[in-house]
């Protein structure tokens, strides 16, 4: 996610050796318990096979994949006549009985082109102008209508899917009211896909903290919300919220619960701390194999609301686990992925990398990683990947990461046995990836490339992607016309 800590606006450390820029290992509760060293052997086709250069410059794609224009920042429009905001970020996908709507975030701080029209009813804070935006799209991608669903909010990065069917929509920052901003800042709001009723009088889940919230993965078992935190000085969290006794989820659930008496502080709000042993692990960063697994205790959060003193900073470093930019979330596999974007030993982190993919366990209660990049010593070269932001699952195994880190920008896929391939490449700008969430049946990958502002629908042959081996789909390299592309 663009913020003032993005790696794009950093300068660069020294790269270490080692890794290198491999990717090593693999996703455990997809791939099973074998971890694989992964890299970029470029021997076989790994993946959908290499992309192809788009002619109209946006888009690269491997062969036979295609892609729509969804929404484009600026240009598209929306229900109430203005254009469609910039900077699309976190997306969820949603099927319904009468439709499909996405439903995108718009990380906007303030000095982008586009703001999400504060419109009333859907207005949170008239001076802020971030939010969200419903996309109905039908079974081929194509853009039916699209408006604002929640307006008024700030920096609105990444979120979550709740199994009850609604998103949640983080605030990344830690603004207070002040200057053009009427109210505080840093909370998630809970969006309806469908229910344009429900997203009236937009409320703040102020349980669930206020901090520079980057996304949520939800448990649908326990409703416990996982959340992962963008910060740095200090390094951010990791925080569960396990709803009060008598909770019941649902549509609705949560909205009440925030207006209910003492709803503020409803739930217990808790920070992640590990342990390998009786050894306290004070930075996730501490990992660098594949494998490594960590005990999980949980710190109660003393003020969640941060009203003196920001929720990481009520912590001391031997009380909770810390990492550098911890970005994307997905509930798969019954346990939250979550995502590292990188380390670097400028920021006091333990190790240097350019990723990390881990996994939480809510029945062992544990932490693996499944997958890291080592640090990229070349950027500008295409088939190498670093700073992995957004994640989702596959419904073909492995996962999708969105790229946010320096030089060529790719949708980079990791397959079951942890090989890296390009998914997509960015060939208008080097804007990151976001928001990559698959259609319920798996036809189209919808993503976005974050500046100017695009939302794409992507279809192709899909199956298994290509390990390498000459294993795989079978025709996922061979078959299709091209890198048409369509404009909706």
Known sequence: MTSSISRRNLLRSSAVGGLGIAIVGSIEAIAGPAAAQAAQTGVKAVGYGPVVADPAGLLALPKG??????????????????????????????????????????????????????????????????????IEVDSRGNRIREYVSVAGTHNNCAGGITPWDTWLTCEETEARAGGALQKDHGYVFEVDPFDRKANLNPIPLKFLGRFAHEAVAVDPHTSAIYETEDAESPLGLYFRWTPPKHFRAGKGALRKLALSKGGDTAGTLEAMSCFKGSKHIADLSEATQPGTTYKVKWVNVPDRDAKTVSVRNQFTNDQVTRSRKLE????????????????????????????????YNPKTETVTL???????????????????????????????????????????????????????????????????????????????????????????????????????????NDHGHGNDHGHH
């Open 65 to 134: 994949f295609s892609y729509k224009i969804v929404a484009q920042a600026g240009k598209t429009l929306l229900e109430s006549g203005e254009p469609t905001p910039s900077d699309a970020d976190g997306t969820g996908f949603f099927k319904g009985r009468h439709g499909s709507v996405l439903v995108n975030n718009h990380e906007i701080d303030g000095t982008e082109p586009y703001g999400v029209p504060a419109l009333p009813g859907l207005t949170y804070d008239p001076g802020a102008r971030g939010g969200t935006t419903n």
């Open 328 to 359: 994307g979330a997905w509930w798969s596999d019954g346990g939250a992925y979550f995502v590292a974007s990188f380390a670097r030993a400028d920021d006091g982190s333990a190790n240097e990398h350019d990723g990390q993919v881990w996994f």
């Open 370 to 476: 499944k997958t890291i990049f080592g640090v990229n010593p070349d950027p500008e070269k295409d088939t190498d990947y670093d700073g992995p932001d957004n994640i989702t699952v596959s419904p073909y195994g492995g996962v999708i990461l969105a790229e946010d880190g320096e030089g060529v920008s790719h949708l980079v896929g990791v397959t079951k046995q942890g090989n890296a391939y390009p998914m997509a490449r960015n060939d208008f700008s080097t804007s990151e990836f976001t928001g990559p969430t698959f259609s319920e049946d798996g036809r189209i990958l919808y993503a976005n490339i974050q500046s100017p502002g695009y939302v794409f629908a992507i279809t192709g042959p899909w199956g298994r992607p290509g390990e390498g081996d000459g294993h795989g789909n079978g025709h996922g």
